[in-house]
Each structure stands twice: as C-alpha cells, then as structure tokens.
C-alpha cells in the first residue's frame, strides 16, 4: 500500500531530512509543494488534505495555521514544532514513553513530535519517577551538549561561517527553555528541572546529562540497580540501549563520545557515579531521534508499517 505524505516546511533542516528518510522508501508517495507556492494558503490547504500524513516542519504561529487548515478527518498531523506537545488534545510522539504509547499514536490524527532535549531527558528520567524510586516533586538540574545543526539555518551558517566559532556556548540561561512543559509532562516530575544546554562547534550530536543525589530517591538504590531498572523499562525496544555501568567500556579513555549515534534512531542511556552521587546521561542524534527520525517512527506507528521501516 502506498501512502501520500506531504511535508509542510520543506526546506527546513527537519523537513529536508524527513524527506530524505522518506525518499528511499516505495510505500511513499511525497507531495512537493513549488518554491514560489510555499505560502500560498490554497496550495498548502490542497496538499494538506490531500496527503495521509502531513509533517509540519514550522514555526510555533505557522503550525498553528497549518492545523487550521485541515479539513479531511483521515489526514494524520504530525507537529515538529513546540506548539503542541503538552495540548490534551495531542498524542506526544514518543513511542518508547509508556506501554499504551504505541496505541495512542495508533489511534490518533494529531501527534505533536517531541524536542530533541526533551527526547532524552524524559527517556533517562521517566522510568525511575514511573517506579516511584525518584519522588515526583524532585528538583532535578540537568544540561545538554547539541549540535549546532538545532539552531536551523542560520545557526548552521554562523557556525559555517570563514569566522568559525570554535568554543562551546551556553545558552537558555534565563532558565526558560521551550522544551521545559513536555520535559516535566512526560517524565511525571511536578516541577520543572533546572535545565542548561550549550552549543558545541560541532554539527549534530546531543547528550543530556542528570545530576540525581540519591538522597532524594525513595529507597537506596547503586549505580548498578538504577541501570537494571532503565533496562528492564527499556527491554524489547529497538531504538534504545541502556549501557552497560562499566566507565571503560562506555567512553573513549574517560571521555563521553556525543557525536556516537550519529546517522541513526538510536538513544544510548548510562548511568555513572557512586551510591553518593550519579549522572544519568541520554545520548541521541538531534536531527535523527531528536527530531526527524522520531517524526518517521511516529508516522510508522501510526500507519501500522514496520516502525523501524526507512531509519535502519
């Protein structure tokens, strides 16, 4: 069976990569919007509701308008934008999230795809709130090494640019990231963390790293014990490795590899530290699981196809 998809914001560094992913595949059929046509509302509206599934590859405000246009019942949505990942009335994009997450992205025509630092911090952190072992109302710090691929265009350019820059750059620093709603929703926590990311001279990769004092779990709980509970959330799940608590085996000589799954839909979860103190780090490809890839593998869920169909 063949499926028509259509992209809405083509030309975006998210919406370049669906296209891509979906490119290869023969059950695809992708509408192509003109150039000059791009913000002609008829246009989009036609191929919206001409297509079964619709990406939305925009800025909050355009994705909002694009919804708005949609008028065949059948036409799937799925949202990369942060318009609507903590709506009631969305199904958040993040299959690996709960048992029942598959049926819902089944079910549904209205998907809102998460954010790539959201993606790994509510996969690190989920299962030990969903086990009761880290208390729902824990303040949690965390920070996260990307890419400077996220930034879009015109980061990609700055960073491009004859005058490269070269050192790492924090960023968010009023402690009011957009991806903080869905980084609390999706977790269970009751309260915001204290989230920090920084930019690296470097194209795509993302790692978020947690800081969790084990005085705040409910019950004591090692290194080694937390790592089996990600493990035993996570068994059976394609796109995510919970590594082995070996500080040798999982670094290059001490150092953390952020770039290592690159060019996949993989997310790698380690656990580091001692009964006093841990680090809970998610590693992801920021334009692969932390963006487009997730938006494929919703869209596959979604239409009952192989989910690992076109990332493998």
């Known amino acids: 069976m063949s499926y028509k998809v259509f992209v809405d914001g083509q030309e975006g560094t998210t919406g370049l990569q669906i296209n891509e992913y979906l490119a290869k595949r023969d059950d695809i059929t992708l509408l192509k919007i003109d150039s000059d046509k791009r913000k002609d509302l008829a246009e989009r509206q036609r191929l919206i509701n001409e297509s079964d599934v619709t990406f939305l590859c925009l800025p909050d405000a355009a994705a909002k308008e694009s ?24 199904v958040f994009g993040l299959p690996e999230l709960a048992a029942d997450q598959r049926d819902k992205i089944r079910a549904s025509k209205r998907i809102a795809n998460p954010g790539c630092h959201a993606s790994a911090f509510i996969l690190a952190l989920r299962p ?20 400077y691929s996220g930034g879009g265009k015109s980061m990609i350019a700055e960073y491009e640019s004859p005058e490269r820059i070269l050192a790492p750059r924090a960023y968010a620093l ?3 990231h957009k991806h903080l709603p ?48 990600l493990a035993d959330y996570y068994q059976g799940e394609r796109f995510i490795r ?9 670094t290059d000589g ?15 979860i380690a656990v580091y530290g001692t009964e006093e103190r841990m680090l809970l780090i998610a590693r992801l490809d920021n334009l692969g699981k932390g963006a487009s890839g997730a938006a494929v593998q ?11 169909l076109g990332l493998v």
Not at 67 to 90: E, G, K, Q, Y
Not at 242 to 250: E, G, I
Not at 298 to 308: A, F, I, K, P, R
Request: aromatic share 8%; charged share 10%; glycine share 6%.
């Open 67 to 90: 919804v708005s246009l949609v008028n065949n019942p059948n036409t799937c949505v799925i949202d990369a934008s942060t318009a609507h990942r903590v709506n009631p009335d969305w």
């Open 128 to 147: 030990l709130v969903a086990a009761g072992l880290l208390p729902a109302d824990s303040q949690i710090a965390a920070n996260s090494i990307t890419g």
């Open 174 to 176: 009023g402690l009011a």
């Open 182 to 229: 869905e980084m609390q929703a999706y977790t269970g926590l009751s309260v915001a963390p204290i989230f920090q990311p920084i930019v690296g001279p470097f194209y795509k990769g993302l790692a978020v790293t947690c800081y969790l004092h084990p005085q705040q779990f409910s019950r004591a709980a090692t290194p080694q014990q937390v790592r089996e509970l």
């Open 242 to 250: 919970v590594l082995p608590f070996d500080l040798n085996a999982t």
């Open 254 to 268: 001490g150092f953390y590899n952020v770039e290592a799954n690159n060019g996949s839909n993989h997310v790698d």
């Open 298 to 308: 919703s869209m596959n869920v979604h239409l009952g196809v192989e989910e690992s």
